[in-house]
């Protein structure tokens, strides 16, 4: 069975402050996809990241940044100097390769940074 | 850019009333998805298809059945609208199966039933 688990429901930081967003996936597949969506107060999902499992390698986008460490099931997304506007709730999703093309999510960590 | 859109923004509808959530995508995707999100519980999928006239179910399917007539469409149908199915509804699509890289779904902006 695949999973992904979001441990964190909430988190609330001040501005400026780094903060790290946990996943954990569950799979016994070697071959997987994972990603990265951002949920505004719009409501609609922003893709941030796509990662495959050969692919271990971090990766940084300005202020995010993506650590993928498959030793621990793990893929947490850092957010560095953080802004008002990055308040959202970010989801973590599993794709796997013989499952089909449905993404698995996590249940979400909402971000609240304040000024 | 992909646009994936969702016909209603708010519906409000009454106990028992048949309820179609329209999507449409421009991006000639082969698959399309229908997800239910509640806070606490995340993104669930309800129903998904791959192709024209094809579906499968998801993780929640009951109370709920789709249609794909044509590409680019996919409905969401409650056929006897309960309470219980107040909730955002999110439409997605993609391009390709898995062992592509062009597996990113793009997501409409959502549709916020409320059951009455």
């Known amino acids: 069975a695949q999973k992904v688990t979001q441990a964190q429901t909430e988190i609330s930081v001040v501005e400026k402050e780094d903060v790290t967003l946990d996943c954990v996936y569950e799979t016994r597949d070697t071959t997987y996809y994972l990603f990265w969506y951002k949920q505004p107060p719009s409501g609609e999902l922003v893709f941030l990241i796509r990662?495959?499992?050969?692919?271990?390698q971090n990766e940084i986008s300005g202020r995010y940044s993506w650590n993928f460490q498959k030793s621990t099931s793990s893929f947490n997304f850092t957010i560095t100097a953080s802004q008002v506007v990055d308040s959202a709730v970010y989801f973590c999703a599993l794709l796997v390769f013989w499952s089909g093309t449905a993404l698995i999510f996590g249940k979400g960590t909402t971000l609240s940074v304040s000024s | 850019d992909v646009k994936v859109t969702q016909s209603s923004r708010y519906l409000v509808k009454r106990t028992g009333e048949k309820v179609f959530l329209e999507c449409v995508q421009d991006m000639d995707h082969e698959n399309m998805f229908w997800y239910r999100q509640d806070p606490g519980l995340g993104l669930r999928l309800i129903y998904f298809?791959?192709?024209?006239?094809?579906?499968e179910k998801g993780d929640i399917p009951e109370g709920y059945s789709v249609s794909r007539e044509k590409k680019e469409r996919f409905s969401l149908i409650l056929e006897s609208a309960s309470t219980n199915q107040t909730s955002m509804y999110l439409c997605?699509?993609?391009?390709?199966?898995?062992?592509?890289?062009?597996?990113?779904?793009?997501f409409g902006q959502g549709t916020r039933l409320t059951v009455v």
């Open positions: 990662r495959n499992s050969f692919d271990e």
């Open positions: 997605a699509s993609s391009l390709g199966t898995a062992p592509t890289m062009n597996t990113e779904a793009f």
């Open positions: 298809s791959y192709d024209v006239k094809m579906k």
